[in-house]
T-cell receptor, first 114, second 111 residues
Framework: DAGVTQSPTHLIKTRGQQVTLRCSPK?????VSWYQQALGQGPQFIFQ???????QRGNFPDRFSGHQFPNYSSELNVNALLLGDSALYLC?????????????FGPGTRLTVL | KQEVTQIPAALSVPEGENLVLNCSFT??????LQWFRQDPGKGLTSLLL???SQREQTSGRLNASLDKSSGRSTLYIAASQPGDSATYLC??????????WGAGTKLIIKP
């Protein structure tokens, strides 16, 4: 089992550009959550996808959008990048079995906006 | 609104010491609490998960306790080693599918 994988590992963009980050969940998991972690802080919840729909969203602007595919993999898209979007973006997967389940995290994508 | 606080923000101790990291949360209506480890520039490694009905969980030299009524959890590390140096984060899960995180405790174990 490869666990949760994310691509790319690192990314450098300039202000105003758009970026797409990708996540493949752990085998057997159907729920994907995305988090943003700024330097020196704990992660902040962006949104969660289940059955190809956004189930819950944190306090992030509409510039942040996502998608989940039939194979449960997911993308995070960020438009009109700002310097403040520079962060480690973490993807987590979990099985959906009624009550809340343990989330497993990928290695993250380090986004730098210049 | 759930808020999670970790104290201390940083801790430096000699190798071999037993130590305790603290995590407090404001809303006791949680499903579970997880402790994670994060090495510099890396992702998160889950250490222990405590369900709301449990009082503690153990894995090797790690023991985590949970007191929902007081909104507190502790992570106990026995016989610390230099390889334990990392940032330790706690996160609580509520009914809205989100994990709410503390800012972490940066731990340095001196050889």
């Amino acid at each position: 089992d490869a666990g949760v994988t994310q691509s790319p590992t690192h990314l450098i963009k300039t202000r105003g550009q758009q970026v797409t980050l990708r996540c493949s969940p752990k085998s057997g998991h159907d729920t994907v959550s995305w988090y943003q972690q700024a330097l020196g802080q704990g992660p902040q919840f962006i949104f969660q996808y289940y059955e190809e729909e956004e189930r819950q969203r944190g306090n992030f602007p509409d510039r942040f959008s996502g998608h989940q595919f039939p194979n449960y993999s997911s993308e995070l898209n960020v438009n009109a990048l700002l310097l403040g979007d520079s962060a480690l973006y973490l993807c987590a997967s979990s099985p959906d079995r009624g009550s809340y389940n343990e989330q497993f995290f990928g290695p993250g994508t380090r986004l730098t906006v210049l | 609104k759930q808020e999670v606080t970790q104290i201390p923000a940083a801790l430096s101790v000699p190798e071999g010491e037993n130590l305790v990291l603290n995590c407090s949360f404001t809303d006791s209506a949680i499903y579970n609490l997880q402790w994670f480890r994060q090495d510099p520039g890396k992702g998160l490694t889950s250490l222990l998960l405590i369900q709301s009905s449990q009082r503690e969980q153990t894995s090797g030299r790690l023991n985590a306790s949970l007191d929902k009524s007081s909104g507190r959890s502790t992570l106990y590390i026995a016989a610390s080693q230099p390889g334990d140096s990392a940032t330790y984060l706690c996160a609580v899960a509520g009914s809205n599918y989100q994990l709410i995180w503390g800012a972490g405790t940066k731990l340095i174990i001196k050889p």
